[in-house]
């Protein structure tokens, strides 16, 4: 695990920050280029994407709060403010709505819309989701013994904590899951699928009548 790229000087660079970073950089470019083709203005693109990193940063962190409930209240405060620690779902569901309120401000159709940014968000899902393998932020998946299975002892949020009081937990000596236990690498699961429903979407874009509503289905 990597949570630290690197340092300079007292500030500290982390990978989950640098994988938001280029996966923000990369879908705006990709959202560009789809809106450009779609006749939608340049501050579509703009606007979208600023709201997409407030929406994710806020919803994320406030749904990786509630799913890992008893770890936050053993440790709110590194819980909390956890450098990474965050759930996908939390901002998706938070930007959706903000996205839809703006569509409407906007006159823009909502499927049309949809079908715009869904290329880059998928784009902007993969980069996250490697972040999330590279901080160990505990996004793991349970205790396996297959070969390509993850030590996460170095993460920022370890097994130890991220299990505890959990079922799996108790199949452990003291109810405690060692933090150097291999697991399933289930960010880096969903990074390669995110790719492969991007390759899709992109190579179909551009297909009249097939992709229609499909990409933001998906």
């Not at 715009?116 to 793991?140: E, K, N, Q």
């Not at 993460?155 to 108790?170: C, E, W």
Request: hydrophobic share 50%; charged share 15%.
């Amino acid at each position: 695990m990597y949570p630290v790229l690197f340092k300079i000087g007292p500030f500290s660079v982390y990978s989950f920050g640098v994988m938001q970073g280029l996966g923000a950089l990369v879908a705006a470019i990709i959202l560009y280029r789809e809106s450009k083709r779609k006749n939608l203005d340049i501050y579509f693109t703009l606007e979208v994407v600023l709201l997409a990193i407030s929406s994710e940063l806020i919803g994320c962190k406030i749904l990786f709060l509630i799913e890992h409930w008893n770890a936050f209240t053993a440790d709110p405060v590194s819980m909390a403010f956890t450098p990474a620690g965050s759930t996908f779902y939390g901002g998706f569901i938070l930007g959706l709505i903000v996205f839809y309120i703006y569509l409407k401000k906007k006159k823009i159709p909502f499927l049309f819309a949809a079908d715009t940014v869904a290329p880059s968000l998928t784009v902007a899902y993969a980069f996250g989701r490697m972040g999330c393998h590279l901080a160990g932020d505990g996004d793991y998946g349970i205790p396996t013994n297959l070969p390509w299975a993850v030590n996460y002892e170095h993460g920022v949020m370890l097994p130890s904590i991220m299990f505890r009081g959990t079922g799996i937990a108790k199949t452990y000596p003291d109810g405690i899951v060692p933090d150097n236990t291999p697991l399933h690498p289930t960010s880096v699961y969903e990074f390669i699928a995110a790719l492969i429903i991007f390759t899709i979407l992109w190579k179909n874009r551009k297909k009249a009548g097939l992709m229609e509503n499909y990409f933001y289905s998906i």
